[in-house]
């Protein structure tokens, strides 16, 4: 199965792969896309199979974080124009509502800067985070430097985790690939079980 996905890989144009990465980077903040599908995701699998397609990992760090920081950015604009209603939009006031209350009063302090940078690396404040600052006015080039710091490291260390990861698979016996798959099908079968026991038992699944 490994071979036929970098083989695949091997006959997309580069390009293409940026600019899906670029997209989903970008569609995180500015969208919500990281409640629906991990950007994490898409930049470890570029950076692990995309060597074959002549993915260059350095170029890949730069198109994600500009990719992160432009969502970042656009989310803050949003939340700055429309907070009140964004806020009272059903699908995010039953999903996040609790969270964006929570969160909210921190971004107006002296820990706000270290939070947005941070809220890179979950995927629930990677959403919300950026359109709470606008709502709390927080200053713009306060917000752009912490978000754009913040999106540096976070495109660096998933860049570093797919590559280093394919390298290692790459120097690994086939012993080894079947327990890593294994390991992988049953921690997916577990997950899917809990989700769908949040879901019967009336829990948020956004919470899981």
């Known amino acids: 199965m490994i071979p036929d996905v970098q083989e695949f890989f091997s006959s997309l144009d580069p390009w293409l792969i940026y600019l899906i990465v670029g997209m989903l980077t970008l569609g995180e903040s500015a969208a919500f896309l990281s ?7 898409a930049l ?5 199979l995309g ?16 990719g992160a920081a432009i969502g970042g950015l656009l989310g803050y604009a949003i939340g700055r124009r429309y907070g009140s209603r964004l806020v009272a939009w059903e699908p995010i006031s039953r999903r996040l509502g ?5 969160l909210r009063p921190l971004l107006s302090g002296q820990e706000a800067g270290a939070l947005v940078a941070v809220a890179r690396f979950n995927q629930i404040t990677r959403a919300v985070v950026p359109a709470l600052a606008g709502m709390a006015e927080m200053g713009r ?12 490291v976070w495109a660096s260390v998933f860049t570093a985790v797919g590559y280093y ?7 690994t016996s086939g012993v080894v690939h079947v327990a ?10 577990s997950w899917l079980v809990y989700r769908r026991r ?5 829990g948020s699944v956004i919470d899981a």
């Open 35 to 41: 409640l629906v599908f991990p950007g994490e995701v």
């Open 44 to 48: 470890i699998a570029a950076a692990a």
């Open 51 to 66: 060597v074959a397609a002549g993915i260059d990992p350095i170029a890949l760090v730069g198109v994600a974080t500009v």
């Open 98 to 102: 609790d969270r964006m209350t929570d």
């Open 141 to 152: 080039v306060r917000f752009a430097v912490s978000n754009g710091v913040g999106a540096l």
């Open 165 to 171: 990861a394919a390298e290692w698979w790459h120097n």
């Open 180 to 189: 890593m798959a294994l390991a992988l099908i049953g921690g997916l079968v």
């Open 198 to 202: 949040r879901r019967t038992s009336g």
